[in-house]
T-cell receptor, first 113, second 112 residues
Framework: DSGVTQTPKHLITATGQRVTLRCSPR?????VYWYQQSLDQGLQFLIQ???????AKGNILERFSAQQFPDLHSELNLSSLELGDSALYFC????????????FGPGTRLTVT | DAKTTQPPSMDCAEGRAANLPCNHS???????VYWYRQIHSQGPQYIIH???NNETNEMASLIITEDRKSSTLILPHATLRDTAVYYC?????????????FGKGTKLSVKP
């Protein structure tokens, strides 16, 4: 158990819908990272927040957005969902803003039908 | 793109040492070598990291060549639970961004 929690574990929704994925980092960790893992693309970095502020952006679509709240939990919002958004979404946390080891949650499996 | 090259798959007998190689010939001086593993759709798990000295922890040992162009992760006594995809990642320690760039990794199958 990494200490990172993600909810929900599974999510099934229809195309065009909007969903919110939630991540609670390990106690004391200030950084939250979001990654997407699909069968054809592997693990891809989406976005990083550090202490409430966006720190880095990866291959995140404009239809996706995220935020980190004062209690350090983070939410990833996915809108106008397409079939291709079906994937595992992981968040990871780290005490640090840059580099260093990251601790991953169990993931949310999103299925868009 | 990932800065590392790993064999796509390897087998290992249970109880034997598993030696997973990684090539990172373009590594720069301020980049560390990190290893993570992912057991069947679970979240990736941090294993170990190092700069130039060999490192050991309760999970594994990391051997980095003197020129730092390659490394080997050693699981000293592999068990069936070590079956996973192992990712070797080169990352700037303390750089401006901390995101990990995952390649395809090595799928390690530990067989009884």
């Amino acid at each position: 158990d990494s200490g990172v929690t993600q909810t929900p574990k599974h999510l099934i929704t229809a195309t065009g819908q909007r969903v919110t994925l939630r991540c609670s980092p390990r106690s004391g960790d200030l950084s939250v990272y979001w990654y997407q893992q699909s069968l054809d693309q592997g693990l891809q970095f989406l976005i990083q927040y550090y202490n409430g502020e966006e720190r880095a952006k990866g291959n995140i679509l404009e239809r996706f957005s995220a935020q980190q709240f004062p209690d350090l939990h983070s939410e990833l919002n996915l809108s106008s969902l397409e079939l291709g958004d079906s994937a595992l979404y992981f968040c990871a946390s780290s005490p640090y803003g840059t580099g260093r080891e990251q601790y991953f949650g169990p993931g949310t499996r999103l299925t868009v039908t | 793109d990932a800065k590392t090259t790993q064999p796509p798959s390897m087998d290992c007998a249970e109880g034997r040492a598993a030696n997973l190689p990684c090539n990172h010939s373009t590594i720069s001086g301020n980049e560390y070598v990190y290893w993570y593993r992912q057991i069947h759709s679970q979240g990736p798990q941090y294993i170990i990291h190092g700069l130039k000295n060999n490192e050991t922890n309760e999970m594994a040992s990391l051997i980095i060549t003197e020129d730092r162009k390659s490394s080997t992760l050693i699981l000293p006594h592999a068990t069936l639970r070590d079956t996973a995809v192992y990712y070797c990642i080169v990352q700037n320690y303390g750089g401006s961004q901390g995101n990990l760039i995952f390649g395809k990794g090595t799928k390690l199958s530990v067989k009884p």
